[in-house]
């Protein structure tokens, strides 16, 4: 027997969702396995199983709903009844999304989620009527659902030195979350530190390997969404956190196949999103009960203060890994939106 050799994290979830997609393409017709060969070449495997998800809900609910689907099981279904479908079927689709019930379960979508699953549909059913497989193509008829504006939620930076003191100390941690707090203050520090230094993602984070780290350079080599591989440069505080972590972690014997990962679980293994998003939780609740901070508001927080410091869209884009500037733009426009508001009393036009 060969020894295993450490997983790279990225090709291990990429590996897991290829498996996971052929169990959702054995519940779906057979003819959708030649939508998802005709998008491999531009999607990742965690797309196009979000993609895989999405149109099994759209079949099982043509299974449970419509006179016609309900005689014969969706495995049996073939193209043509794609065509059968109207623009109104659709639109009952996306009514029944908003709140229906599955295996003892209440499921909801709201405007993000119907216009994903809606998004995803339009997709399959492109695919078809570009080659000319379909003649009607109602998904293309049917408007996205307008989605409204949310607030962007973020720590204030008070906060975020509260916080970090909070992760330092333990302070108002119960007596069972001080015994692990003695075990993981130092990882903990270090990996709030990164993400609140960075605003990397949460995925990005737990896929980081030791030898990702350059401290010659200050730099972390990341897997971006896609694929792609990036430099994110880090100051002295993330510099010191990681140093005082890196000298704990190399006590510590990491299971076979973790060795390389750069933030090990209690169990010695790589820790994995669900960790991270509890320990933000944990620790953030003790901060701010008025809001629910997840690793993603620690990347807000982070973006946020780049732009205050820098007025700089087109950096914070670039650091923050968005492909369009307009995702950053409709992120942080409240910024602008509150300077613009300054501006209002900036100038004054009588003296008093």
Do not use: W
Request: hydrophobic share 35%; glycine share 4%; with cysteine.
């Amino acid at each position: 027997m060969g020894v295993k050799t450490p997983e790279n994290y990225h090709d291990e979830q990429n590996k897991q969702n290829i498996l996971k997609m052929r169990m959702v393409l054995d519940t779906l017709p057979p003819f959708c396995r030649s939508f998802f060969r005709g998008i491999e070449q531009y999607t990742s495997p965690r797309t196009r199983l979000a993609y895989a998800y999405d149109i099994r809900v759209f079949f099982e609910y043509l299974h449970e709903r419509n006179s016609v689907c309900s005689k014969m099981d969706i495995t049996d279904y073939k193209v043509s009844i794609l065509d059968r479908l109207t623009r109104e079927d659709i639109e009952e689709y996306l009514e029944y999304i908003s709140l229906y019930e599955k295996d003892g379960k209440e499921i909801t979508n709201d405007e993000k989620g119907r216009s994903r699953k809606l998004s995803s549909l339009r997709s399959f059913y492109n695919y078809f009527f570009q080659h000319e497989i379909i003649e009607k193509n109602p998904a293309s008829l049917v408007p996205l659902p307008k989605k409204h504006a949310k607030e962007i939620i973020r720590l204030e930076p008070n906060e975020v030195a509260i916080l970090l003191d909070q992760v330092e100390n333990g302070e108002k941690l119960t007596k069972k979350e001080l015994e692990y707090h003695k075990k993981t203050r130092l990882r903990d520090v270090a990996l709030l530190t990164l993400l609140l230094g960075t605003g990397i993602r949460v995925s990005e984070c737990v896929g980081l390997d030791v030898t990702d780290i350059d401290f010659d350079v200050n730099g972390i080599k990341i897997r971006r969404k896609g694929g792609y591989e990036a430099v994110v440069y880090f100051g002295d505080e993330v510099e010191n956190a990681l140093l005082d972590y890196l000298e704990q972690r190399k006590h510590v014997i990491p299971v076979q196949g973790h060795e390389n990962a750069l933030f090990l679980s209690m169990q010695n293994r790589r820790m994995a999103v669900r960790s991270v998003e509890n320990l933000v939780k944990k620790y953030s609740s003790r901060v701010t009960t008025l809001k629910k901070i997840t690793p993603h508001k620690l990347r807000s927080t982070y973006g946020t203060a780049l732009y205050q410091e820098t007025n700089d869209i087109y950096l914070v884009a670039d650091v923050l890994g968005h492909k369009d500037v307009n995702t950053t733009r409709k992120h942080y426009a409240a910024q602008d939106d509150a300077r613009r508001r300054q501006a209002a009393n900036a100038v004054r036009l009588r003296e008093d």
